[in-house]
Nanobody, 127 residues
Framework: QVELVESGGGSVQAGGSLRLSCVASGYAFNMACMVWFRQAPGKEREAVAGIDSDTSESYTDSVKDRFTISKDNAKNTLYLQMDNLKPEDTAIYYC?????????????????????WGKGTQVTVSS
């Protein structure tokens, strides 16, 4: 049974930092595209950052140079380091997995390509 569990969300002031974690179980963690998504109230879910099997990283333009995605295969854990947070980063953040033998380009394929989702963690940034 595949499970993705996010943690690390919270409330911070603008300019602050948070690190989100996503612990995966039930599949071979290194055989998947891993992507962080977010959804703000009244907005569509958007891909924020993705990491491929060769650890290539992809980001949406609004978070480049502020967010960093990483993973620890030994701990089956995906991370999202978020620095210099802005009020517009306020959203529920989800991790998602597309199970593939070798991931390339998962971020670009978007939400429809993802096989499994976590339940999300709330991030609130106040001005």
């Amino acid at each position: 049974q595949v499970e993705l569990v996010e943690s690390g969300g919270g409330s911070v002031q603008a300019g602050g930092s948070l690190r989100l974690s996503c612990v995966a179980s039930g599949y071979a963690f290194n055989m998947a595209c891993m992507v962080w998504f977010r959804q703000a109230p009244g907005k569509e879910r958007e891909a924020v950052a993705g990491i491929d099997s060769d650890t290539s990283e992809s980001y949406t333009d609004s978070v480049k140079d502020r967010f960093t995605i990483s993973k620890d295969n030994a701990k089956n854990t995906l991370y999202l380091q978020m620095d210099n947070l802005k009020p517009e980063d306020t959203a529920i953040y989800y991790c998602a997995a597309e199970l593939v033998a070798f991931c390339r380009g998962g971020f670009a394929r978007g939400a429809n390509a993802m096989d499994y989702w976590g339940k999300g963690t709330q991030v609130t940034v106040s001005s």
